[in-house]
């Protein structure tokens, strides 16, 4: 969990970052904000397009341009829509990524009446499949020559 000092900028981040968004088949502006293990910040948007299925969300924005970049390792990921009075919880195939670089991730939301909501990645993908499912798999292999 973060301080919540911490969780107040990061989804600041995540509200701003939700500025860029190019979302005009939608309306539905998203701004994800995403705090690797050092403490920077990597922003994405949600990038539309006219052939609708070739969508990008934010929070996969976010993982891209960190990973770009060479970064790996992530503490938390904030989440903003359009808007603070409605949550945006990320979808099923981006929990998925998000699980891919940090299972033990914090999601941060909005929270009506509260300001923020950390809720943790483990909550919204239980029983994830994963790299490690992967491995298992190949050692079971070997192990039975
Ligand atoms: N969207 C995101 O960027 N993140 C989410 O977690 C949910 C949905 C985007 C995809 C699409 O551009 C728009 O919101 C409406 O689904």
């Known amino acids: 969990m973060l301080e919540q000092s911490e969780a107040e900028a990061l989804l600041e981040e995540a509200r701003q970052a939700g500025g860029s968004a190019y979302a005009p088949y939608s309306g539905f502006h998203v701004g994800a904000a995403l705090l690797d293990a050092g403490g920077s910040v990597h ?10 299925g070739l969508s990008t969300c934010a929070e996969r924005a976010a993982v891209a341009c ?3 970049q060479g970064v790996r390792e992530f503490r938390a ?3 903003a ?6 949550p945006c919880l990320p979808c099923g195939s981006c929990r998925q990524i998000l699980h891919e670089f ?3 991730l914090v999601v941060v939301v909005t929270a009506p009446g509260h300001g923020f909501r950390e809720i943790p ?3 919204l993908l239980p029983d994830a499949f ?6 298992q798999s190949r050692h079971r292999e070997e192990e039975s020559g």
Request: overall charge negative.
């Open 77 to 79: 990921i904030a989440v």
């Open 66 to 68: 960190a990973v770009g």
């Open 102 to 104: 940090a299972p033990d």
């Open 121 to 123: 990645l483990s909550d």
């Open 43 to 52: 922003t994405g948007a949600n990038v539309e397009n006219a052939s609708y």
């Open 81 to 86: 829509g359009p808007d603070d009075r409605e």
């Open 130 to 135: 994963g790299a490690d499912t992967l491995a």
